[in-house]
């Protein structure tokens, strides 16, 4: 094992890729000559050259929209958008193009695309580039969504992702990046679609996925010391949605608690919540709880900041609800 930063990770999942098969292809704005904004794709430009790590106009739509005809020719682009929330210029592409192009097509064009950059809050950035979009490609079907959490599980989950002959949208973290973990020295993948079990636990399932699930670990370890014991499931994968783990993590612990960094309405967590009562209804000894962001635009004040995310105490105060303690 090696301890890389998660935007190194990143960059290893693409430049091994990209060395396996040479219609893989990587672009968007600034990932050639300044080596990406968050830097991961340094050195990619230097080793692939110009005609595979292509710098793009600020123009969304227009390099979406090439993403999909290169992908209907043979090509498997990988295309950043510097956030996230760049991606709504050019979300026409992705959910009338990308998505549906296999089904109207009748199977005759598979679309190999991986979407990818960062997603949701980074600090004091504001209401238009601090937004979580992950339940609204997840609402798509044709598309695959994966929200990676550490550096061994975002390149794993990558390599599968630019393997893969659907669109995959993949949604990293600007604060994030400088993140250390452990990766293997060899080749590994991981498969989409499934979860992983964070830690063991008995007393309440904690479901999250993203940077947000670090409130989750701070949450239980506080728990811990007062003898309730948190099983902590990252999604890993929220389209398609590893519904069976979360089920069997229920069936023992009997109490669940969901975690996101986005918006209540339609979440992620609203979906967990309606499949848990239809399959595992009779296991709850108590109403699920989910902590969201709060339902407004995200602030640019760090004092409403702080009140907007959820933290760990929130998480605390939900577990301690379903456990009925104070």
């Known amino acids: 094992m090696k301890t890389i930063q998660f935007r190194e990770a990143i960059c290893e999942a693409m430049s091994e890729e990209m060395r396996r098969d040479d219609k893989i292809y990587l672009m968007g704005e600034e ?56 991606s709504l210029v050019g979300i026409d592409q992705i959910i009338n193009n990308a998505a549906k192009m296999r089904q109207m097509s009748g199977g005759q064009f598979t679309m190999p695309i991986v979407f990818r950059g960062p997603t949701a809050s980074a600090g004091q950035l504001a209401a238009t580039h601090s937004q979580a979009f992950e339940n609204w490609f997840a609402n798509t079907p044709g598309l695959k969504v994966v929200v990676p959490s550490n550096p061994y599980d975002a390149k794993g989950l990558l390599k599968s992702a630019i393997r893969d002959n659907d669109p995959v949208i993949f949604m990293e973290s600007e604060q994030m990046y400088g993140d250390k973990g452990e990766v293997p020295e060899g080749e590994y993948t991981i498969p989409l679609g ?17 940077k947000i699930i670090k409130e989750a670990y701070l949450a239980a370890d506080e728990l811990a010391k007062e003898n309730i014991s948190c099983e902590i499931i990252d999604l890993r994968t929220v389209r398609p949605m590893d519904y069976e783990a979360i089920i069997k993590s229920v069936q023992k612990t009997n109490r669940l608690v969901v975690l996101e960094e986005a918006w209540p309405f339609a979440s992620v967590a609203s979906e967990i919540t309606y499949m848990v009562q239809e399959r595992a209804f009779d296991y709850l000894d108590a109403p699920v709880q989910r902590i969201t962001t709060a339902d407004t635009p995200a602030p640019y004040s760090p004092a409403l900041l702080k009140e907007w995310l959820p933290n760990a105490q929130d998480v605390i105060k939900a577990v301690k609800k379903v456990m009925y303690k104070k």
């Open 31 to 86: 990932v050639a000559e300044y080596n990406g904004a968050y830097k991961a794709s340094k050195g990619m430009l230097d080793e692939f050259g110009a005609k595979r790590v292509i710098d793009t106009p600020i123009a969304e739509l227009g390099f979406a929209g090439i993403a999909v005809g290169s992908a209907m020719n043979g090509l498997r682009p990988i295309v950043e958008f510097m956030t996230f929330n760049f």
């Open 194 to 210: 499934v979860a992983d079990i964070k830690r063991e636990g008995t007393d309440v399932t904690i479901v999250s996925f993203g």
